[in-house]
């Protein structure tokens, strides 16, 4: 029983884990999308628009 109990732990510590990741990398992937939509806001304004990012990151990027 103790080892049934003993693999439940370790089971929540890793999706706990995993869930920590996923929210760094959520967090990151934020970061990345702000600091692009940026950087293509500086460059219009100058007149050099960045390349157009895929619709997926565009989609995120809205998302948020």
């Known amino acids: 029983m103790s080892a ?3 693999r439940v732990r370790t089971l929540e510590d ?3 884990e995993a ?5 760094r ?5 934020g970061l990345a999308l702000d600091h692009i939509s940026q950087q293509d806001a500086r460059m219009t ?6 390349v157009p990012m895929a ?3 565009v989609a995120a990027r ?3």
Not at 19 to 23: G, L, P, S
């Open 4 to 6: 049934l109990h003993a």
């Open 14 to 16: 890793a999706e706990a």
């Open 19 to 23: 869930r920590t990741r996923a929210d």
């Open 25 to 29: 990398t959520d967090r990151l992937l």
């Open 45 to 50: 304004a100058t007149g050099m628009p960045l």
């Open 55 to 57: 619709p997926e990151l």
């Open 62 to 64: 809205d998302a948020r």
